[in-house]
Antibody, heavy 120, light 108 residues
Framework: EVQLVESGGGLVQPGRSLRLSCAAS????????MHWVRQAPGKGLEWVSG????????GYADSVKGRFTISRDNAKNSLYLQMNSLRAEDTALYYC?????????????WGQGTLVTVSS | DIQMTQSPSSLSASVGDRVTITCQAS??????LNWYQQKPGKAPKLLIY???NLETGVPSRFSGSGSGTDFTFTISSLQPEDIATYYC??????????FGGGTKVEIK
């Protein structure tokens, strides 16, 4: 059974940093692209960042480019999101999502999310 | 950037009704279009991929069609468990992708 478990969320002040993690199990992690998708309270879905199976292809939404860094450790079956210079508008539930294949932007499994609140 | 215009933003229909949601892309995206269902308090779930392919295990009352810039998602006979918000999502590759604004489906 595919499982994606996010962690690392919490309350953080504007301008500070936070690192999210996603622990994956139930599939061969290094065969698949992985993504972060967020959802602000009461709002729609917003793709944040994606990374191919071998980290050779990486993408970011314009809203986080230059502030967020996605990475993965295939030996640890883990996905990360380093978030710097956080803003109030980054407040959201952050989902980890599995790609359909090694380079896919179709999300076939999602975690339950970790909540990030940026506030002073 | 490619913009996705999804409509309506909400709808109310009776059990058994046919429900249709549309998504329009600001430029040609071929068939690179997916549909997700999100129930309250839950993570989204993939229903349709590549515009018209039904994900494994998804009931056949759900379907998708379209290519280029205009896409349609249909529930052939609305069921109580279909109450959710539905999102379209376009992708060029894993570096360029956007979601539509969502359609909240309620029972009349």
């Amino acid at each position: 059974e595919v499982q994606l478990v996010e962690s690392g969320g919490g309350l953080v002040q504007p301008g500070r940093s936070l690192r999210l993690s996603c622990a994956a199990s139930g599939f061969t992690f290094d065969d698949y692209a992985m993504h972060w998708v967020r959802q602000a309270p009461g709002k729609g879905l917003e793709w944040v960042s994606g990374i191919s199976w071998n980290s050779g292809s990486i993408g970011y939404a314009d809203s986080v480019k230059g502030r967020f860094t996605i990475s993965r450790d295939n030996a640890k079956n883990s996905l990360y999101l380093q978030m710097n210079s956080l803003r109030a508008e980054d407040t959201a539930l952050y989902y980890c999502a599995k790609g359909y294949n090694w380079n896919s932007a179709t999300f076939d499994y999602w975690g339950q999310g970790t909540l990030v609140t940026v506030s002073s | 950037d490619i913009q996705m215009t999804q409509s309506p933003s909400s709808l109310s229909a009776s059990v058994g009704d046919r429900v249709t949601i549309t998504c329009q892309a600001s430029q040609d995206i071929s068939n690179y279009l997916n549909w997700y269902q999100q129930k309250p308090g839950k993570a989204p779930k993939l229903l349709i991929y590549d515009a018209s392919n039904l994900e494994t295990g998804v009931p056949s009352r759900f379907s998708g069609s379209g290519s280029g810039t205009d896409f349609t998602f249909t529930i052939s006979s609305l069921q109580p468990e279909d109450i959710a918000t539905y999102y379209c999502q376009q992708y060029d590759n894993l570096r360029v992708l956007t979601f539509g604004g969502g359609t909240k489906v309620e029972i009349k």
